[in-house]
């Protein structure tokens, strides 16, 4: 079987919406800073371009959990692999995704840094994927809506290919 990639969203719409995303993060935390915790690894592309793209003072730690592995299906269980170094206390944490799927993963994240005591806690993704929703999750920012496909490129692999793609495309087997 065969597969080839289909760009789906350019490099310059997912640059120009990541821009947006920043200016909206930055002014609502005007005269504040914000805490980006990155979840590792599909969201650091988009984690980077966003931070920079930020004015208010950004501290950026990363935190990877346990997601599909080679598989397209979810387990529906996130188990942590690497916790952040920084202590998130008091903090305005901004947890930032590649993209929502089940919503497991954000889910279960917010509700840790809620108990870690953060001041506030926000949910960035670059990409949603509301077909499939199984937790019900309020995600503050979202960067683009997309269909139930297997989606690559800007962070996102597919059996941990495609992540360095500048596009966002959709995966297509034959
Ligand atoms: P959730 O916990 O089901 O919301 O899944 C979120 C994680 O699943 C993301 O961090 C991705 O790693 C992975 N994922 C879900 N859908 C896709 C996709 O279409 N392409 C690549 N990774 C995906
Ligand atoms: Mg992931």
């Known amino acids: 079987m065969s597969e080839r990639v289909v760009e ?10 990541i821009a947006e ?6 002014e609502e935390f005007a005269g504040e800073s914000v805490f980006i915790v990155c979840v590792l690894r ?14 208010v003072p950004v501290t950026l730690d990363f935190i990877q959990v346990s997601s599909y592995g080679s598989s397209t299906v979810s387990s529906g269980d996130i188990k942590m692999i690497r916790d952040i170094d920084l202590s998130t206390k008091g903090r305005n944490v901004i ?34 994927k509301p077909d499939r929703r ?12 997309v269909p139930d496909k297997f989606i690559v490129g800007y962070g996102l692999d597919y059996d ?8 966002v495309g959709v995966v297509e087997l034959d």
């Open 42 to 55: 599909g969201a650091v592309f988009f984690a980077t371009e966003l931070a920079k793209r930020i004015t």
């Open 134 to 145: 199984e937790m019900e999750v309020d995600v503050d920012y979202v960067g683009f809506t």
């Open 95 to 128: 947890i930032v995704e590649d993209i929502i799927d089940t919503g497991y993963t954000l889910g279960k994240l917010k509700n840790l840094f809620n108990q870690r005591h953060a001041k506030s806690v926000k949910l960035c993704s670059l990409l949603d």
């Open 21 to 26: 995303i920043g200016k909206a993060i930055s």
């Open 8 to 17: 789906m969203i350019s490099e310059e719409e997912v640059n120009a919406r």
């Open 160 to 167: 941990q290919k495609y992540r360095n793609l500048p596009y």
